[in-house]
T-cell receptor, first 113, second 113 residues
């Protein structure tokens, strides 16, 4: 079993829809949770960053962490065609010089006009 | 634009050959990370350098090596190339050895024929 599981999709939604993207993980030591967006043929870019449990909102994006269920989500409101990309979750344990990110495989999202 | 640069953009070579990928981190960033991305394996962490020293190792093959130079740019050397090494190779940088906020370059697409 992988440490981080993410449904690869593809997910196809109409413009304006609410999108829900999810990752589950097995390592209860993970404290830092990130969502990256990757457009085709580009490098991933950091979208959302959260520490421990709770919600964080940034514009149309909301990141949610449920540590008790080992489950994180990214919600996109009023989705736009420009949101079409692959969304990768990443997470890491707390502190330590050799801390490294563990990545999901990514979910491919297509928002249709 | 993340501020991380990678050269070359594309590289086509033959099995058994050796190539060098180059990365310049964002101005002020001391940490450099190398990743390999393929369709079936997703984003795989290879190795991290911080201020010239190796900080963490991931799934890096013995045929692969990296270094970070005094000016903080980094090179990833891939030798005895195999067909399965064909992938996107990304470099990322961060300010410190904390790995939770990384900025990715545009990647080098390596094709081994």
């Amino acid at each position: 079993q992988k440490e981080v599981e993410q449904d690869p999709g593809p997910l196809s939604v109409p413009e304006g829809a609410i999108v829900s993207l999810n990752c589950t993980y097995s390592n209860s030591a993970f404290q830092y949770f990130m969502w990256y967006r990757q457009y085709s043929r580009k490098g991933p870019e950091l979208l959302m960053y959260t520490y421990s449990s709770g919600n964080k909102e940034d514009g149309r994006f909301t990141a949610q962490v449920d540590k008790s269920s080992k489950y994180i989500s990214l919600f996109i409101r009023d989705s736009q065609p420009s949101d079409s990309a692959t969304y990768l979750c990443a997470m890491s344990e707390q502190a330590g010089n050799n801390r490294k990110l563990i990545w999901g495989l990514g979910t491919s999202l297509a928002v249709n006009p | 634009d993340s501020g991380v640069t990678q050269t070359p953009k594309h590289l086509i070579t033959a099995t058994g050959q050796r190539v060098t990928l180059r990365c310049s981190p964002r101005s002020g960033d001391l940490s450099v990370y190398w990743y390999q991305q393929s369709l079936d394996q997703g984003l795989q962490f290879l190795i991290q350098y911080y201020n010239g020293e190796e900080r963490a190792k991931g799934n890096i093959l013995e045929r692969f090596s990296a270094q970070q130079f005094p000016d903080l740019h980094s090179e990833l050397n891939l030798s005895s190339l195999e067909l399965g090494d064909s992938a996107l190779y990304f470099c990322a940088s961060s300010l410190s050895h904390r790995t939770d906020t990384q900025y990715f370059g545009p990647g080098t697409r390596l094709t081994v024929l």
